[in-house]
């Protein structure tokens, strides 16, 4: 009597072994250099059967190996060294901190390595991380004081803060001034215990529909024919929605300001402690909007 298949023999089963054959060897593309989908889609069966090679998370996974490899071809690694720095956190894919460094050092747009100096003790104490990008121009970020900073998960805010403040600096400089790097990547200790990240936690912002759009609506509604209808049924549904109308002509706001989502962002910054300088993605009425209302915010903590 055969033994039943199991998971890594039906895996193996569908690698063409002629594609993965064609897999050629490039240091400089991080190991190995795939000239299409197909050896891509092939070496991440293997990786799923790999055993010890790979994680528990990835083992039997070729779907998430997959996510590996694609990440690790975007970023010129080894896909096994990008799986083996790898986590499973509420069911996400994070990567650890010291892997993102050497992300951000290998496609960030900088000259040489990033700058680091801490100033302040204990709860008080901040990091300031900058860097020069291959224009000359020079980017910075400043951390908040270490006790303000949540969640704290990581084993090394404790065994070595110094060290976890500077990923935690490095990884928001990244993100304010070239976020396409990290586009989508998150450090295991941001994914733990967060509320904010993921499908699962997100929150519906669709605009509710204004009056004409409810007219629109009801008008465009297929009617009964005149056999079908129930008067007392119709009197009481127009009842219904003449009032609903009127709640709705109560409640309506006017538009949001465009420019407060700019103001908050300056007065979070200047709260912040972050240095007095506009993001360079805004525009010049922005800019001078948060210019604006990050030296009010200063001169208010100040009093």
């Keep these: 009597m055969s033994q039943p298949q199991t998971i890594e023999d039906k895996i193996a089963a569908k690698i063409d072994q ?42 039997g996974n070729p779907g998430a190996c997959l996510a590996v490899v694609i990440q690790a071809i975007e970023w010129r690694l080894s896909p096994y060294a990008v799986a083996n720095k790898s986590y499973s956190v509420n069911d996400r894919l994070a990567f650890e901190s ?13 000259k040489g390595r990033l700058k680091v100096h801490y100033s302040g003790d204990g709860d008080a104490r901040v990091c300031h991380v900058s860097a020069e990008l291959k ?8 951390s908040p004081p270490r006790g303000r900073i949540t969640p704290q998960n990581s084993p090394l805010w404790k065994s070595d803060p110094d060290q976890q403040h500077y990923y935690y600096s490095a990884r928001a400089l990244c993100r304010r001034h070239f976020p396409d790097v990290l586009l989508g990547i998150y450090a295991r200790d941001e994914l ?11 929150r519906d912002v669709t605009p509710a529909k ?10 465009k509604a297929p009617t009964a024919a005149p056999s079908e209808i129930d008067v007392e049924v119709a009197l009481a549904q127009a009842d ?49 909007v948060y210019l604006q209302s990050f030296d009010d915010a200063k001169e208010a903590e100040d009093e």
């Design 18 to 59: 002629s594609s993965v054959r064609d897999i050629a060897v490039s240091a400089p593309k991080g190991g190995l250099s795939f000239d299409n989908a197909s050896q891509a889609m092939d070496f991440a069966r293997m990786m799923a059967i790999s055993s010890v090679a790979v994680p528990k998370h990835l083992r």
């Design 98 to 110: 010291q892997l993102i460094q050497a992300v951000i050092l290998q496609r960030a747009p900088i």
């Design 135 to 142: 224009d000359g121009e020079l980017v910075d970020y400043t």
């Design 192 to 202: 733990e215990d967060s509320p904010h990240i993921g499908p699962d936690r997100a």
């Design 210 to 219: 204004t009056i004409a759009e409810k007219l629109d609506a009801l008008a």
């Design 240 to 288: 219904d929605e003449l009032a609903g109308q009127a709640s709705f002509l109560e409640s309506e706001t006017p538009e949001p300001d465009p420019l407060e989502r700019v103001r908050q962002r300056a007065r979070l910054d200047a709260v912040k402690g972050i240095r007095r300088m506009a993001p360079t993605s805004l525009s010049e009425a922005e800019r001078a």
